[in-house]
T-cell receptor, first 114, second 111 residues
Framework: DVKVTQSSRYLVKRTGEKVFLECVQDMDHENMFWYRQDPGLGLRLIYFSYDVKMKEKGDIPEGYSVSREKKERFSLILESASTNQTSMYLC?????????????FGPGTRLTVT | QKEVEQDPGPLSVPEGAIVSLNCTYSNSAFQYFMWYRQYSRKGPELLMYTYSSGNKEDGRFTAQVDKSSKYISLFIRDSQPSDSATYLCAMTSPVDYKLSFGAGTTVTVRA
């Protein structure tokens, strides 16, 4: 069974704080993704990584950065949290093949920025 | 215009009813189609996956793809209260490992 874990289920941070969200997968997947999910907007891709130390911007990268130092771990960083970054953050992973592209998701981190 | 449009819902149906969920898309490069189910306060989990036009059945679930009309559907037969969740359609092309998602439809099955 593929397992994707996220470091926190719920986080409350203050405006301007630096926030780290961590994701770990145990299936040796090459690709890892960070999404945010907001009501009525669905899942929007923030960043993805197709290899260690490799990253590409998704659809909404502004205000975020990522780090992938090890294959199994992908971190999302909010350099200076703002209230409009209050959201559900989902991490996912998939094999490199791309064909099919089915992704396996973690349980999500609900972040509130006050 | 969004690449993937999903009927917004929400849907509320009695137990035993057939649930019909629909998505349309505009990108003709999409060849792989998925349905994810997301329970409240959980991450999405893959429910159905298909890559050809036509129907695919898995128990009470049927995924239907019409590439000529750029339209996909998910049918849930004999719906149960445990089917209450948000259903997300997703799709991708053979050369892209990013998925494009619909906004999701929340379904409630009343006992």
């Amino acid at each position: 069974d593929v397992k994707v874990t996220q470091s926190s289920r719920y986080l409350v941070k203050r405006t301007g704080e630096k926030v780290f969200l961590e994701c770990v997968q145990d299936m040796d997947h090459e690709n890892m993704f960070w999404y945010r999910q907001d009501p009525g907007l669905g899942l929007r891709l923030i960043y993805f990584s197709y290899d260690v130390k490799m990253k590409e911007k998704g659809d909404i990268p502004e205000g975020y950065s990522v780090s992938r130092e090890k294959k199994e771990r992908f971190s999302l960083i909010l350099e200076s949290a703002s209230t409009n970054q209050t959201s559900m953050y989902l991490c996912a992973s998939s094999f490199l093949s791309g064909a099919g592209g089915e992704q396996y998701f973690g349980p999500g981190t609900r972040l509130t920025v006050t | 215009q969004k690449e993937v449009e999903q009927d917004p819902g929400p849907l509320s149906v009695p137990e035993g009813a057939i649930v019909s969920l629909n998505c349309t898309y505009s990108n003709s490069a999409f060849q792989y189609f998925m349905w994810y189910r997301q329970y409240s306060r959980k991450g999405p989990e893959l429910l159905m996956y298909t890559y050809s036009s036509g129907n695919k059945e898995d128990g009470r679930f049927t995924a239907q793809v019409d590439k000529s009309s750029k339209y996909i559907s998910l049918f849930i037969r004999d719906s149960q209260p445990s089917d209450s969740a948000t259903y997300l359609c997703a799709m991708t092309s053979p050369v892209d490992y990013k998925l494009s998602f619909g906004a999701g439809t929340t379904v409630t099955v009343r006992a």
